[in-house]
C-alpha cells in the first residue's frame, strides 16, 4: 500500500464547475499537507498548505484535511481553462531534524477545464 | 526574479553514457533536493543537501551521486544510464532554520531526460 493515495484522472469539468479533488494517506506522522499545480513540461508550483486539521481558503481555492480519516481535499470554484493541469498532492511530518522537510506526494490528478 | 534554474531542459544520453543535470538557484536556501519523477508517477526524492550535509534515501540506486560545490549550485550524476532511468528530474530548494517545522519547497522546471 502506497503512503499516499490519489485518483489519477484524468478529470475533465466544464469551465465554472466546482472541482473537488482528494487524497488519502496511511501515515499518522503527516503533519503538513500541501496542494502542488504541476502544468505540462514544468515543475511544482504551491498552491497551498495546511497544517494539522482544518480548512484553509484562498481565492478560489479552499484545501481540506481531516486528519482521523486521514483524508485531504482541495476544491476549486469557478474552475477556469486555466486551471487545467496536474494537481500532486504532498504531506510532510514534523521534523526539526537537521535536512529540512521530506515531503511524500500523491501521483497526481491530472485536470482539464472545457470551455 | 529569486528562482531554482534546471540545465538543460531536455536532455538525451545513450545507455550507459555518464550524464550530469545541472542546478541553481538564487534564492540562498541551505537545502537543494533532487527528485525523479516518471511518467504518471508521483516525484520521488532522492536525495538532498543540507548545506553540505549529504543525506542519501535508502533506495536511491548507486547509480545516482550529487555534488553542492557551493549554496547556489548542485549537480545530479547518473553513472550508467539505463531505460528506467529515463524520467523529469525536478530540482528543488527551501531554507530551514532550525526552529520551524514547515519550509516550502520551490521547484525548478525540471529537466526530462531520455535514454536512447
Known amino acids: 500500500q502506497k503512503e499516499v493515495e490519489q485518483d489519477p484522472g484524468p478529470l475533465s469539468v466544464p469551465e465554472g464547475a466546482i472541482v473537488s479533488l482528494n487524497c488519502t494517506y496511511s501515515?499518522?506522522?503527516?503533519?503538513?499537507f500541501m496542494w502542488y499545480r504541476q502544468y505540462s513540461r514544468k515543475g511544482p508550483e504551491l498552491l497551498m498548505y495546511t497544517y494539522s486539521s482544518g480548512n484553509k481558503e484562498d481565492g478560489r481555492f479552499t484545501a481540506q484535511v481531516d486528519k482521523s480519516s486521514k483524508y485531504i481535499s482541495l476544491f476549486i470554484r469557478d474552475s477556469q481553462p486555466s486551471d487545467s493541469a496536474t494537481y500532486l498532492c504532498a504531506m510532510s511530518p514534523n521534523i526539526l531534524t537537521g535536512g529540512g522537510n521530506k515531503l511524500t506526494f500523491g501521483t497526481g490528478t491530472q485536470l482539464k477545464v472545457e470551455l | 526574479d529569486a528562482m531554482v534554474i534546471q540545465n538543460p531542459r531536455y536532455q538525451v544520453t545513450q545507455f550507459g553514457k555518464p550524464v550530469t543535470l545541472s542546478c541553481s538557484q538564487t534564492?540562498?536556501?541551505?537545502?537543494m533536493y533532487w527528485y525523479q519523477q516518471k511518467s504518471s508517477q508521483a516525484p520521488k526524492l532522492l536525495f538532498h543537501y543540507y548545506d553540505k550535509d549529504f543525506n542519501n534515501e535508502a533506495d536511491t540506486p548507486d547509480n545516482f551521486q550529487s555534488r553542492r560545490p557551493n549554496t547556489s549550485f548542485c549537480f545530479l550524476d547518473i553513472r550508467s544510464p539505463g531505460l528506467g532511468d529515463a524520467a523529469m528530474y525536478l530540482c528543488?530548494?527551501?531554507?530551514?532554520?532550525?526552529?520551524?517545522?514547515?519550509?516550502?519547497?520551490?521547484f525548478g522546471p525540471g529537466t526530462r531526460l531520455t535514454v536512447l
Open positions: 501515515n499518522s506522522a503527516f503533519q503538513y
Open positions: 528543488a530548494t527551501s531554507r530551514f532554520s532550525g526552529r520551524a517545522t514547515y519550509n516550502e519547497q520551490f
Open positions: 534564492l540562498n536556501h541551505n537545502v
